[in-house]
């Protein structure tokens, strides 16, 4: 084993990020006050089985959504699916606590949907007839229609490459086209849809806006309410074990498919470019039907009560300092992704030349901050960084470090850093598994440093994966929430924080401005960007 | 030109790493308040503070639960001046863990406010009464005469009831009062009474819960004043203000103790870097301009006695009621934990 920069660096980079992680798992076994005890399993019980009914709910609807619209624009021609093949793809940029809050203005008693009935049959109270989405439906709702794109882009991608043959194969045996697809392509594409669901999962367990506007108790919202409420971070703790234990199956499990996965995606040699099949009259207005729907269900929706609502109420245009929460905004997108970017190549790259195996677990492991609800990640960062101030910094004499970490710049960017870190080096790794490693032996006989090959080779070959990297940074920032809310500077906005202030303080409609901006930005870095995130030319 | 590329990329580079460190510099000339009171009208009275003293007012806006964490974590050296939030119990909470410290005791401010809502640590800086709405369509006179809280467990309400969930922190005081008033045994019954005449499930907020009263799901709703009366102002579109029309208020436990009533605080935080300056904000929240600006936009009740509410309050709400005086708003916030735990045992959701 050599000892060199690359290895320091990677073994650096690994261990800060394992740290928070490893304080909410340590934590676990400090116990918890008396007090509340009854409480507690009460409320233990309540977190348990709405994460539960939340999860299922959610993966269900997303399989239905993401492989139904998958299935129809991979494998069939109706009338506009070439334009629904990426435009479904926006829903990406509606956060789940953006469509929490257009489900509630459309539906609450005298709403939109009061008002356009009341606009088109006269006077009445109609309120009472008009199905209210708000609580546990709400929250699966909002989860479904902003996440199955996770779903609905890796199905696509396999079902892209799956083999004309086994289309004929069904119509050979004389399968229905539902035959066809229950039991050839699903079961040939299910590591794609496992990894996209899992992914799906990890969004649900984790998310924090949606759920805390309509008051639902999840692990994730009860770990934050215990630490808040009954100041009992042991608690707190424990909760964050049970949700850890679910997050871990579902990494090992998502973890096994994404290998099976990549060997399906190699597999694809030699088969032929399939046709798409035009559909028949009326089936190929029930399938532009179903596409349709979910593409206005999950962008058009949120995005035209968004926009209702701010030229309804356009004195909140006024009162909001775009210019200002856009540069925000931006500054956190380029800075988190510049420093993830350049950490998640150096440890990539040092993963790659010492080949040392605890440098591997130690990767491996640290990935594992994804998967972690930010909310937290947050908290863990600030008890973290009070114990070392108090019991180290403080003992050798020094400044406190507290306001160097807590309230600032930095300190957001470094949580975003353990949060999102799986993302960048996960993209590059993929990357550079397309690097055979005998272009760096020939770079060396050549008489090229390591760095030399670093840079003058490697990064050309990984622009692709870069920039897709950046894109998926990119968006994750623009909607984060909870880190950002609990660990931002002094008169630090973003658009995120805005609509979830106004929300939370019953300003549903000054909350409709930022989030219209929110939806337009990641909406216009999606159509930018589209041809990578679909990656039609996946080489 | 290769080099001066090199030099431009290094000078950057550098730029950006500068740029992190950059929100720790401090300024000179200001106040940092961690506020939990979001209106509108809140920041034009900062900045109109601005602009009169030069003092600077920097804003830190979250939900009060994860803003005392910070100011707790960040201990002595946190940079937090003021904590300025909408329930009395959370300053009262935050007293308790030996957060805050006294300095707001000038003339000012002690001339200003009634003793009951303040101390030398934190003071009120406005109003709101938490009261019934109700249908008079569907509720007569004869059943809200003598109307308390406690008789909103009274079984004639069953499936006629609405009110937000009890995590939500108007509840948690108002439930801690009745602990305070009636002890945690009774009002565990009368918990259990309440939820029994839930005409659902709770959701929404307060102004979902008048609106429900107004379309019919349910006869009579718990909400506070102000949110009546921005309403009927139509800042919230023609819909809600015609929604407004069809509920009236009731103000509860006249014959006794009076009618529940919660201020917004701003509370004194210890090792305040601008103490100064804090108690100078303060005392420019309590000047009669600042609490027209108040009255005029959150419809709140004034803190100060030469200034009146707005009229759509006094014309549709009154002022001529009994307030609690006598239970300390400085209670709500021992009692709050007992509160989500009789709730919670009662099965509110």
Same mark, same amino acid.
């Given at each position: 084993?050599?000892?060199?920069?690359?290895?320091?660096?990677?073994?650096?980079?690994?261990?800060?990020?394992?740290?928070?992680?490893?304080?909410?798992?340590?934590?676990?076994?400090?116990?918890?006050?008396?007090?509340?005890?009854?409480?507690?399993?009460?409320?233990?019980?309540?977190?348990?089985?709405?994460?539960?009914?939340?999860?299922?709910?959610?993966?269900?609807?997303?399989?239905?959504?993401?492989?139904?619209?998958?299935?129809?624009?991979?494998?069939?021609?109706?009338?506009?699916?070439?334009?629904?093949?990426?435009?479904?793809?926006?829903?990406?940029?509606?956060?789940?606590?953006?469509?929490?809050?257009?489900?509630?203005?459309?539906?609450?008693?005298?709403?939109?949907?009061?008002?356009?009935?009341?606009?088109?049959?006269?006077?009445?109270?109609?309120?009472?007839?008009?199905?209210?989405?708000?609580?546990?439906?709400?929250?699966?709702?909002?989860?479904?229609?902003?996440?199955?794109?996770?779903?609905?882009?890796?199905?696509?991608?396999?079902?892209?490459?799956?083999?004309?043959?086994?289309?004929?194969?069904?119509?050979?045996?004389?399968?229905?086209?539902?035959?066809?697809?229950?039991?050839?392509?699903?079961?040939?594409?299910?590591?794609?849809?496992?990894?996209?669901?899992?992914?799906?999962?990890?969004?649900?367990?984790?998310?924090?806006?949606?759920?805390?506007?309509?008051?639902?108790?999840?692990?994730?919202?009860?770990?934050?309410?215990?630490?808040?409420?009954?100041? *009992? +971070?042991?608690?707190? $703790?424990? =909760? &964050?074990?049970? !949700?850890? /234990?679910? %997050?871990?199956?579902? @990494?090992? #499990?998502?973890?096994?498919?994404?290998?099976?996965?990549?060997?399906?995606?190699?597999?694809?040699?030699?088969?032929?470019?399939?046709?798409?099949?035009?559909?028949?009259?009326?089936?190929?207005?029930?399938?532009?039907?179903?596409?349709?729907?979910?593409?206005?269900?999950?962008?058009?929706?949120?995005?035209?009560?968004?926009?209702?609502?701010?030229?309804?109420?356009?004195?909140?245009?006024? *009162? +909001?300092?775009?210019? $200002?929460? =856009? &540069?925000?905004? !931006?500054? /956190?997108? %380029?800075?988190?992704? @510049?420093? #993830?970017?350049?950490?998640?190549?150096?440890?990539?790259?040092?993963?790659?030349?010492?080949?040392?195996?605890?440098?591997?677990?130690?990767?491996?492991?640290?990935?594992?901050?994804?998967?972690?609800?930010?909310?937290?990640?947050?908290?863990?960062?600030?008890?973290?960084?009070?114990?070392?101030?108090?019991?180290?910094?403080?003992?050798?004499?020094?400044?406190?470090?507290?306001?160097?970490?807590?309230?600032?710049?930095?300190?957001?960017?470094?949580?975003?850093?353990?949060?999102?870190?799986?993302?960048? @080096?996960?993209?590059?790794?993929?990357?550079?598994?397309?690097?055979?490693?005998?272009?760096?032996?020939?770079?060396?006989?050549?008489?090229?440093?390591?760095?030399?090959?670093?840079?003058?080779?490697?990064?050309?070959?990984?622009?692709?994966?870069?920039?897709?990297?950046?894109?998926?940074?990119?968006?994750?920032?623009?909607?984060?929430?909870?880190?950002?809310?609990?660990?931002?500077?002094?008169?630090?906005?973003?658009?995120?924080?805005?609509?979830?202030?106004?929300?939370?303080?019953?300003?549903?409609?000054?909350?409709?401005?930022?989030?219209?901006?929110?939806?337009?930005?990641?909406?216009?870095?999606?159509?930018?960007?589209?041809?990578?995130?679909?990656?039609?030319?996946?080489? | 030109?290769?080099?001066?590329?090199?030099?431009?990329?290094?000078?950057?580079?550098?730029?950006?790493?500068?740029?992190?460190?950059?929100?720790?510099?401090?300024?000179?000339?200001?106040?940092?308040?961690?506020?939990?009171?979001?209106?509108?009208?809140?920041?034009?009275?900062?900045?109109?503070?601005?602009?009169?003293?030069?003092?600077?007012?920097?804003?830190?806006?979250?939900?009060?639960?994860?803003?005392?964490?910070?100011?707790?974590?960040?201990?002595?050296?946190?940079?937090?001046?003021?904590?300025?939030?909408?329930?009395?119990?959370?300053?009262?909470?935050?007293?308790?863990?030996?957060?805050?410290?006294?300095?707001?005791?000038?003339?000012?401010?002690?001339?200003?406010?009634?003793?009951?809502?303040?101390?030398?640590?934190?003071?009120?800086?406005?109003?709101?009464?938490?009261?019934?709405?109700?249908?008079?369509?569907?509720?007569?006179?004869?059943?809200?005469?003598?109307?308390?809280?406690?008789?909103?467990?009274?079984?004639?309400?069953?499936?006629?009831?609405?009110?937000?969930?009890?995590?939500?922190?108007?509840?948690?005081?108002?439930?801690?009062?009745?602990?305070?008033?009636?002890?945690?045994?009774?009002?565990?019954?009368?918990?259990?009474?309440?939820?029994?005449?839930?005409?659902?499930?709770?959701?929404?907020?307060?102004?979902?819960?008048?609106?429900?009263?107004?379309?019919?799901?349910?006869?009579?709703?718990?909400?506070?004043?102000?949110?009546?009366?921005?309403?009927?102002?139509?800042?919230?579109?023609?819909?809600?203000?015609?929604?407004?029309?069809?509920?009236?208020?009731?103000?509860?436990?006249?014959?006794?103790?009076?009618?529940?009533?919660?201020?917004?605080?701003?509370?004194?935080?210890?090792?305040?870097?601008?103490?100064?300056?804090?108690?100078?904000?303060?005392?420019?929240?309590?000047?009669?301009?600042?609490?027209?600006?108040?009255?005029?936009?959150?419809?709140?009740?004034?803190?100060?006695?030469?200034?009146?509410?707005?009229?759509?309050?006094?014309?549709?709400?009154?002022?001529?009621?009994?307030?609690?005086?006598?239970?300390?708003?400085?209670?709500?916030?021992?009692?709050?934990?007992?509160?989500?735990?009789?709730?919670?045992?009662?099965?509110?959701?």
């Amino acid at each position: 084993m050599r000892i060199n920069f690359w290895y320091i660096s990677s073994l650096f980079i690994s261990i800060f990020v394992i740290i928070p992680i490893l304080t909410v798992f340590l934590s676990f076994f400090e116990s918890t006050s008396n007090y509340y005890e009854i409480l507690k399993d009460t409320f233990l019980f309540e977190y348990i089985s709405n994460s539960i009914i939340l999860l299922i709910s959610v993966l269900l609807l997303t399989f239905l959504i993401g492989t139904g619209t998958a299935y129809l624009v991979s494998f069939y021609e109706f009338p506009l699916s070439n334009f629904f093949k990426w435009a479904l793809i926006l829903s990406f940029a509606v956060p789940p606590y953006i469509y929490a809050y257009s489900l509630t203005a459309f539906f609450e008693n005298y709403g939109t949907a009061y008002s356009i009935l009341k606009n088109l049959f006269g006077d009445k109270n109609y309120n009472l007839y008009i199905p209210k989405f708000d609580g546990m439906i709400g929250v699966i709702l909002s989860l479904s229609f902003s996440l199955f794109a996770y779903v609905y882009i890796l199905a696509r991608a396999s079902f892209l490459y799956q083999s004309q043959n086994f289309i004929d194969l069904g119509k050979n045996l004389g399968f229905t086209n539902f035959k066809t697809l229950y039991s050839i392509i699903l079961p040939a594409a299910r590591p794609a849809i496992v990894a996209g669901l899992s992914l799906v999962a990890m969004e649900t367990l984790a998310e924090f806006g949606a759920v805390d506007f309509f008051s639902i108790n999840t692990l994730t919202t009860g770990i934050y309410n215990s630490w808040i409420t009954f100041d *009992d +971070l042991a608690f707190a $703790n424990q =909760l &964050s074990f049970f !949700l850890l /234990l679910f %997050i871990f199956a579902l @990494f090992i #499990l998502e973890n096994l498919s994404r290998n099976k996965a990549k060997y399906h995606f190699n597999a694809k040699g030699g088969f032929k470019q399939k046709q798409k099949l035009q559909l028949k009259r009326t089936k190929s207005i029930a399938a532009f039907l179903f596409c349709f729907l979910v593409f206005f269900l999950s962008f058009l929706f949120p995005l035209g009560q968004m926009l209702y609502w701010t030229i309804k109420f356009p004195e909140n245009l006024f *009162d +909001l300092q775009i210019i $200002n929460l =856009l &540069s925000n905004t !931006l500054y /956190l997108v %380029i800075l988190s992704s @510049f420093v #993830l970017i350049i950490f998640s190549l150096i440890s990539n790259y040092g993963n790659r030349v010492t080949k040392n195996k605890t440098l591997n677990i130690l990767s491996t492991l640290s990935i594992s901050g994804y998967a972690i609800p930010g909310v937290i990640l947050a908290v863990a960062f600030i008890t973290f960084i009070a114990w070392f101030d108090e019991s180290v910094v403080k003992n050798l004499g020094l400044f406190s470090i507290k306001k160097i970490f807590i309230g600032s710049i930095l300190g957001l960017v470094l949580v975003y850093f353990v949060r999102f870190y799986s993302l960048a @080096f996960n993209g590059i790794k993929s990357g550079y598994e397309k690097i055979n490693i005998s272009v760096d032996e020939s770079s060396y006989l050549l008489g090229y440093s390591k760095r030399k090959t670093f840079m003058n080779i490697h990064i050309p070959f990984l622009r692709n994966s870069l920039l897709f990297v950046c894109i998926l940074i990119s968006l994750e920032i623009i909607r984060e929430l909870p880190i950002t809310l609990i660990l931002r500077p002094f008169n630090f906005e973003t658009f995120a924080t805005t609509a979830y202030i106004s929300a939370s303080e019953d300003l549903l409609e000054a909350a409709a401005v930022p989030s219209l901006f929110l939806i337009l930005i990641a909406t216009s870095f999606i159509i930018v960007t589209s041809k990578y995130i679909l990656r039609d030319n996946n080489e | 030109m290769r080099k001066n590329g090199e030099i431009t990329r290094k000078i950057s580079i550098f730029a950006l790493i500068a740029s992190l460190f950059a929100s720790s510099v401090v300024m000179a000339n200001e106040v940092n308040v961690f506020n939990a009171r979001h209106y509108k009208a809140d920041g034009e009275l900062y900045s109109k503070f601005t602009n009169m003293t030069g003092i600077k007012v920097n804003l830190i806006n979250g939900k009060s639960g994860a803003l005392e964490k910070r100011i707790l974590s960040e201990g002595a050296d946190s940079s937090a001046d003021l904590y300025i939030t909408a329930d009395a119990g959370r300053c009262g909470a935050m007293d308790a863990k030996g957060a805050l410290q006294s300095g707001l005791t000038s003339a000012a401010i002690k001339d200003a406010v009634p003793k009951t809502f303040r101390t030398n640590k934190w003071v009120g800086i406005a109003k709101r009464a938490r009261i019934i709405y109700y249908s008079p369509e569907r509720v007569t006179g004869a059943e809200l005469s003598g109307m308390t809280y406690e008789g909103l467990a009274d079984p004639k309400w069953k499936g006629r009831l609405v009110i937000r969930k009890s995590s939500n922190i108007y509840n948690k005081s108002l439930v801690a009062s009745l602990i305070k008033n009636n002890g945690k045994k009774a009002t565990a019954e009368w918990a259990e009474g309440v939820v029994a005449n839930m005409a659902r499930t709770p959701t929404g907020n307060d102004r979902a819960q008048i609106m429900a009263v107004a379309a019919g799901e349910a006869d009579i709703a718990v909400a506070n004043t102000y949110y009546l009366a921005l309403m009927l102002s139509g800042k919230k579109g023609p819909e809600q203000q015609e929604a407004a029309k069809k509920v009236k208020a009731f103000f509860p436990n006249q014959g006794d103790r009076g009618t529940h009533m919660n201020i917004s605080c701003a509370a004194l935080v210890k090792g305040a870097p601008n103490k100064t300056n804090a108690i100078k904000l303060v005392e420019f929240l309590l000047t009669p301009e600042s609490q027209e600006h108040y009255v005029n936009n959150t419809f709140e009740f004034p803190m100060i006695d030469n200034v009146s509410a707005n009229p759509l309050v006094v014309n549709n709400i009154g002022l001529d009621f009994k307030q609690d005086l006598k239970t300390k708003v400085s209670s709500y916030g021992a009692k709050q934990a007992d509160a989500l735990e009789v709730m919670t045992a009662a099965g509110w959701k």
